[in-house]
């Protein structure tokens, strides 16, 4: 039976990324997913690539994710954009002022526009502005080309991929790790779980309790309609996120809440906040009146309560380290993927990690 | 604020308009709701404000049905279409649009009455002006009193090739021919079924009469290869299946004029709204593909939650308003309102009734189901998806590269992703990509349910609001 260096749980955006590094560090690694590549929130999610709405503390490595993203281009849909963060009242603008300033100083290349530039840029958009920011290096991919994408650089570096193959244990012997799906078991010296909102449940099956939490972040997507917005459109509070694909169709986004859970692997659309959603939408781009929504969904998005990420050893498990709760996974995870393999692979990685020990102190919301 | 409703049954079609009608005579308050301006469904659908030419039995049927709601205590809301619905703790809420905005109802039980959707197998041509549904042909024929063309070819499988060719020229159309998949012999294998309803079988002979009496040209055992024009529909192609539906190869082809073709090959129960509540499906040919989960007496495996009619299983309209009452009387017992035995002696002789007819209705279910013949057969270049245009040859490219389910097809080629949400294209991919990965197609499974249930306009779900008075959450971390 084949022993691998590294099992990666988890085949999202930060567990392939990680994959791909350590195995062009030699090391022989195996990626299971309990569905398919790419299937969760690295493919469900609204694909914004915006520093404008990362946290100050991580523009680093959000800046290194969208050099990732920009050279995986047409193949994801990459489109670089520029981006608009909008306010529309004076504690929109205070808001806006504050948060983007720090922002710029923590190396974002984010300026102040005038609403008559944002205009100019932009003339659908609602005549309420009264701040703006902007950001060149802003866009968006497509989201839904991330599973295929991902198979195909897991093929093309000949990493063994196991799809539709849920983890249901994992035991620590003195060697390594053993991991058990239904249908078959791994071993590996080490293992990453990188299993966003379902690294909570892998990291307990050796015996850590991680206080993650869950948000379930509703996405809504129109039909086709002609085209009206060419940049990216954030708010000032960062609850909402709009933009247009090259079919035309609006994407609609900002992190508002539906509900399920990870264990049941359903994620519902609330009607409550999905509207909420598509008012603050239909308010920053009046245009949207008639146009259909045709499809929301939801994706899970974990935290823990300081909201940086995991990123480094599972406390007390030598051998096994986990990457997840990334806020902003989708943009960072290419960046912060790679440094993670650094570590397995036993080298410094360029930028700080995340120890996951600090957590264990905070007692979880839930 | 008024008293909590007992329970909202969505569709009044004849199983929704009967559940309605019993749940209220035995006193439960009651809503019932669809998107049409009056009861009756697609079977019995009629068209406001123009006066039938003559009395059909299914505009007899559909009268009764509007007659026994106007004189029942059921609060019926027509005009209003479902988007979405959410189960709380201990009640539904059914989030619709209506002409004047969004309307949310609530009740602390649901039925389900949604009906049958038209199963589609793609053709060559069948993205072609002119080329239309059997369902969408009965719409117009019943709501519009409109002919689909003046030359029509019917073709596909089940009894409504016979009820829209028939349709058609007693409107004074002309059938150019009828292309069914079914060998002439298969409609007689299930005659003691079909004998069990004997009202129905006599319906399906006038409808052989009039089409006899026109001299409809009628072709067994074949398909359409093709459908021609440029771009409205000037012709089909048609060629003979073999013993098992297969497309003979380098058989004789058949080119016929028509000006519209009208195509389906039967009907599967409609699922979105149990999906999108996460019930139990199971999949079974003989109930027309995947359906809910329900049990005897019309239960699914969420409490409160109840499907009858076609959408609990394709039965047919006659054993419909059976099952819709059956369920009236199970939501009475979920409400704790009568006991387990006063629940079973009454729906007892609705059960025999329901499962009496339901026989024709499967016998008709059998007479629609093709074989993977004519799927194996659809061309590289043939649109799968015609929202997103989505040919076989781009989803059979997805499956080999490595997607295997259906979100990953739909992810890898955006099949299903256009304003029909995969009402048109789910099953035909997923036996494509059963066929490819050399599974069944209950082993490919469904595409998750996700709201609206249908496409609507932002303004019509936004509804009038003062962007100062929206609640903003807390911001997003620093």
Redesign the interface.
């Known amino acids: 039976m084949t022993r691998y260096d590294l099992a990666v749980i988890g085949g999202g955006i930060m567990g392939v990324t990680a994959a791909l590094r350590a195995a062009a560090g030699g090391m022989r690694v195996v990626v299971l997913d309990r569905g398919g590549v790419g299937g969760e929130a690295t493919g469900v999610n609204a694909g914004t690539l915006s520093l404008q709405i990362k946290r100050v503390a991580l523009m680093p490595y959000a800046l290194r994710g969208h050099e990732w993203w920009r050279i995986a281009g047409e193949a994801v849909g990459f489109h670089r954009t520029g981006g608009y963060t909008l306010a529309f009242n004076a504690r929109e603008q205070a808001l806006l002022e504050d948060r983007m300033r720090l922002k710029m100083e923590a190396g974002a290349p984010i300026t102040f526009v005038s609403p008559a530039q944002v205009h100019a840029a932009e003339p659908a958009l609602c005549d309420r502005i009264v701040a703006a920011s902007y950001c060149a290096e802003d866009g968006h991919a497509d989201s839904t080309r991330s599973g295929v994408y991902l198979r195909k650089l897991l093929r093309d570096a000949a990493i063994d991929v196991r799809e539709h193959a849920p983890v249901v244990g994992v035991d620590s012997r003195d060697s390594g790790f053993s991991v058990r799906s239904a249908t078959s078991s791994i071993d590996s010296t080490n293992i990453l779980i990188a299993s966003g909102a379902w690294t909570k449940s892998i990291a307990a099956m050796l015996g850590v309790v991680l206080p993650i939490e869950v948000r379930v972040n509703t996405v809504t997507v129109t039909e086709k309609g002609p085209m009206q917005l060419h940049s990216a459109i954030g708010h000032a509070t960062g609850l909402l996120t709009l933009k247009q694909k090259d079919n035309g169709t609006f994407l609609i986004g900002g992190g508002w809440q539906g509900r399920g859970s990870p264990e049941t692997g359903r994620g519902e659309v609330v009607a409550a906040t999905m509207l909420q959603n598509l008012r603050l939408a239909r308010f920053a781009l009046p245009a949207l009146a008639g146009v259909r929504a045709v499809r929301a969904w939801t994706g899970f998005d974990s935290f823990v309560p300081d909201n940086y990420p995991l990123a480094g050893v599972l406390p007390g498990v030598p051998g096994a380290f986990v990457l997840a709760c990334v806020r902003g996974g989708y943009t960072i995870g290419p960046c912060i993927g790679p440094l993670m393999a650094d570590l397995i692979l036993g080298r410094s990685p360029e930028l700080p990690l995340f120890d996951p020990a600090r957590v264990l102190k905070m007692p979880a919301h839930a | 604020m008024s008293a909590m409703i007992d329970v909202i049954i969505l569709g009044a079609g004849p199983a929704g308009a009967a559940a309605a009608v019993e749940a209220a005579r035995r006193g439960l308050k009651v809503l019932l709701v669809d998107e049409a301006v009056a009861a009756g469904g697609q079977v019995y659908r009629i068209a406001p404000g123009i006066r039938a030419r003559d009395a059909t039995p299914e505009r007899e049927a559909g009268d009764a049905i509007r007659a026994s709601l106007a004189a029942s205590r059921v609060d019926a809301r027509f005009g209003h279409r479902v988007w ?1 619905v ?1 189960r709380n703790a201990a009640s539904f ?1 059914v ?1 619709t649009v209506n002409a004047t905005g ?1 309307v ?1 109802l609530t009740a602390r039980a649901l039925i389900v009455a949604g009906g049958a959707v038209e199963r589609h197998i793609p053709i060559d041509g069948w993205d072609r002006p002119g080329v239309m549904g059997l369902a969408g042909a009965t719409v117009l024929l019943k709501a519009q009193c409109m002919l689909p063309g003046r030359d029509v070819v019917v073709a596909g499988a089940g009894p409504l090739l016979l009820a829209v060719a028939a349709g058609i020229v007693h409107g004074g159309g002309r059938v150019a021919a009828v292309v069914d998949l079914q060998p002439r012999s298969r409609w007689l294998r299930d005659w003691r079924s079909l004998a069990s309803r004997p009202d129905l079988l006599a319906r399906g002979a006038r409808w052989m009469a009039t089409l006899l009496a026109s001299r409809t040209p009628m072709l067994h055992g074949s398909a359409l290869r093709r459908i021609e024009g440029d771009p409205v529909v000037s012709a089909v192609v048609v060629t003979r299946l073999d013993a098992v539906g297969a497309v003979v190869a380098d058989g004789v082809e058949r080119t016929i004029a028509c000006d519209a073709v009208c195509l389906g090959f039967g009907l599967h129960p409609a699922t979105d709204i149990t999906r ?1 509540l ?1 019930a139990a499906h199971a999949f079974d040919a003989a109930h027309g593909g995947w359906h809910v989960v329900t049990d005897e007496h019309q239960s699914t495996s969420i409490a409160g939650l109840f499907v009858c009619g076609d959408a609990a299983g394709i039965a047919g309209a006659a054993a419909a308003p059976w099952s819709g009452r059956v369920a009236a009387v199970a939501v009475d017992r979920h409400l704790g309102r009568v006991s387990a035995a006063e629940a079973l002696s009454a729906v007892t002789p609705m059960v025999a009734k329901r499962d009496r007819a339901a026989r024709f209705g499967r016998a008709m279910t059998q007479v629609a189901e093709g074989g993977d013949g004519i799927v194996l057969a659809i061309a590289p270049e043939t649109p799968v998806c015609l929202c997103e245009q989505v040919s076989r040859a781009t989803i059979d490219a ?1 499956v080999d ?5 259906l ?2 097809v ?3 080629t ?1 099949c299903g ?3 029909c ?1 995969g009402r048109l294209c789910e099953d035909a991919a997923a036996r494509l990509i059963g066929l490819r990965t050399g599974t069944t197609r209950a082993a490919v499974g469904m595409a ?1 349910g ?3 249930l249908r ?5 019509h ?2 509804g009038e ?1 003062d ?2 008075a ?4 807390q ?4």
């Open positions: 979405q959410e809420a989030h969004p949310t999108l996460g997805a590269a490595g997607a295997t389910t979100s990953e739909k992810s890898a955006r992703m256009g304003p949400g998750t996700r709201p609206p496409p609507v306009a932002l303004d779900l936004a609001f962007y100062d929206l609640p903003i959450a911001p997003s971390p620093l």
